[in-house]
């Protein structure tokens, strides 16, 4: 250490995680891809792998408690695992939780945190295998470890899209960030006046995107059933523009992103224009959305257009041709990435 003082919020989450690993070297020829996917990979015997991944969500960053249930975000924690599970193209099978919790909750309310998280290991089939309890002075951290597998030459890496290949979105985008705006403009008014009752009448759609996401393990099986293999893929965490730079820096190439083409769901945009936001960038933007993004080959398309899970949004370019959204004018503005940066 030198007494050099450099602020997080100089370098970002990815360059700051890119900054710390940069000098790690993998010493074990079963650790076929450390740091930088969704999940690392590791071979077991010759052909099958282990997929590992974790995240962790802290109180007042990743979640307000003020509207979201504790059974949600049990819910939630154990999907956005499984998701990045998905997201390699694999299929979770075990999850360790560890929790660091303050005197502010009760037994009853950790029960209720717990009655999601089996929630969700039953719609994902997986195994609470273990974890960590500690005391915390500042609220609640919910850090969970992902393991799932998948037959070695079936793992899809952020690396694998190339030039001509089409990029696919399953599901619908900007949902979950609507769901947010919204709940956020009812604890503004609640903060106000304690008196009035939130109004959440008709935003079912959204606030289930956002309380209670889906990790798509069900687009994962029907890939297989179709027999397509995606060349690249990702879930959409931070925003789709965020997670198609991914794929594009990891594949060391380009794209063309169509906002025509995005799926945003009725709701969303209805809300969205309530809200005098424009629908295209909180489905650019907004995040949390875990749907999956991927790219496939040309030879694939016809079976993934007539696929009702899925949007074809866009198409990977070489490298020199640059990240390009076009806009609904059919003008090419350059795609950049404006999701959450938790450090600012
Ligand atoms: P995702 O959004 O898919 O969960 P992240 O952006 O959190 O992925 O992480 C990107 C990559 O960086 C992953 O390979 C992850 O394991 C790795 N990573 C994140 N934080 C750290 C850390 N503190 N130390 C080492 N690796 C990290
Ligand atoms: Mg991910």
């Known amino acids: 250490m030198t007494d050099k003082r450099t602020e997080l919020s100089d370098l970002g989450e990815f360059a700051l995680i890119e900054h710390l690993t940069q000098d790690f070297q993998t010493r074990h020829p079963e650790t076929l891809l450390g740091i930088g996917d969704d999940a690392a990979v590791i071979a077991i015997g010759n052909e099958l792998c282990q997929v590992v991944t974790t995240d962790l969500l802290s109180e007042g960053v990743h979640f307000d408690l003020t509207y979201m249930p504790l059974k949600h975000l049990g819910y939630k924690a154990v999907a956005i695992n499984v998701s990045d599970i998905c997201a390699m193209n694999a299929i979770p099978k075990q999850i360790t939780v560890a929790l660091a919790v303050s005197n502010r909750f009760s037994v009853e309310a950790l029960e209720e ?12 089939n997986v195994d609470l295998i273990g974890g960590d309890t500690t005391s915390s002075q500042s609220g609640l951290v919910i850090s969970i470890t992902a393991l799932g597998t ?38 503004d008014v609640f903060k106000a006046n304690p008196n009035i009752q939130p109004d959440l009448d008709g935003h079912d759609y959204i ?9 798509r393990l069900d687009v994962v099986k029907i890939l297989k059933e179709l027999g397509v293999k995606p060349t690249s893929m990702i879930d959409i965490s931070d925003g789709l523009a965020s997670e198609i730079l991914h794929i594009c820096k990891a594949s060391k190439v380009g794209c063309h992103l169509y906002d025509e083409k995005m799926p945003i769901d009725a709701k969303t945009s209805m809300v ?26 040309q030879k694939d398309v016809a079976l993934i257009q007539s696929n009702p899970n899925f949007s ?25 990435a404006q999701g959450w940066k938790h450090f600012d």
Do not use: W
């Open 113 to 124: 945190l717990y009655a999601g998280m089996k929630a969700a290991c039953a719609d994902y």
């Open 207 to 215: 606030l289930q995107r956002q309380l209670k996401p889906q990790a």
């Open 150 to 187: 998948a037959p070695k030459d079936q793992i899809c890496y952020r690396s694998g899209a190339k030039e001509y290949d089409l990029l696919v979105v399953s599901g619908d985008l900007g949902g979950a960030y609507m769901g947010l705006q919204v709940l956020e403009r009812e604890k």
């Open 312 to 336: 074809i949004i866009g198409h990977i370019t070489n490298l020199a041709e640059g990240t390009y959204y076009i806009d609904k004018s059919g003008s090419a503005i350059t795609l950049r």
């Open 272 to 297: 969205a224009i309530d809200f005098n936001l424009d629908p295209s960038m909180c489905a650019l933007n907004g995040g949390e959305d875990y749907e999956l993004l991927f790219t496939i080959d």
